[in-house]
């Protein structure tokens, strides 16, 4: 059986990467929060990575990337629990455990700076692959019961990033 390849939240349209992160009508209260500033237009946007770079880049006081990762990090979570446990998403829960889930980061990388005095700290980066190969990261989750599964990956070449869903 094909499954359904509309947007499982609003059921209006299929579901895109740019749908589901920044177009459905539920995504939309979600960056509309205080927390993110960020009014994703439908005319403005072709493609999530283009979006995720000029957000970033923008002179309107954008939203740091830790915070534009992590809303979207909630918003596949989400759309995961209604796939897989049919619990319907809240947008208000998707800033609060972005938000949470950020402080709580950045409490815990104050405390390993602390434990490291005398040692200089090295802040982790993300270093590009070589020229023509690409990084590649994947999270998944599976349901015995029902037989069914979900996977998405993210992959970064050289100079941008993409994302892929299965």
């Not at 349209?13 to 500033?37: A, M, N």
């Not at 972005?98 to 434990?115: G, P």
Request: glycine share 4%.
């Amino acid at each position: 059986m094909i499954p359904d390849p509309l947007c499982l939240i609003c059921h209006g349209e299929p579901e895109t990467p740019e749908l589901l992160f920044l177009l459905c009508p539920w995504t939309k209260q979600v960056w509309s929060d205080s927390y993110l500033r960020v009014a994703p237009s439908p005319r403005k946007i072709s493609r999530i990575n283009k979006w995720f770079f000029e957000t970033l880049t923008s002179d309107n006081n954008p939203p740091s990337k830790e915070r534009l990762a992590g809303t979207l990090w909630q918003i596949w979570k989400r759309r995961n629990n209604l796939v897989f446990q049919g619990k319907a998403p809240r947008h208000e829960e998707i800033t609060e455990e972005a938000r949470l889930e950020l402080e709580l980061f950045n409490r815990w990388n104050q405390k390993t700076k602390a434990r490291s005095k005398g040692v200089a700290y090295q802040p982790a980066v993300w270093v590009p692959p070589a020229k023509g190969t690409l990084k590649y990261n994947v999270d998944g989750s599976w349901r015995n019961e029902q037989e069914r599964g979900s996977a998405v990956g993210i992959y970064r070449n050289a100079r941008s990033f993409r994302f892929i869903f299965n």
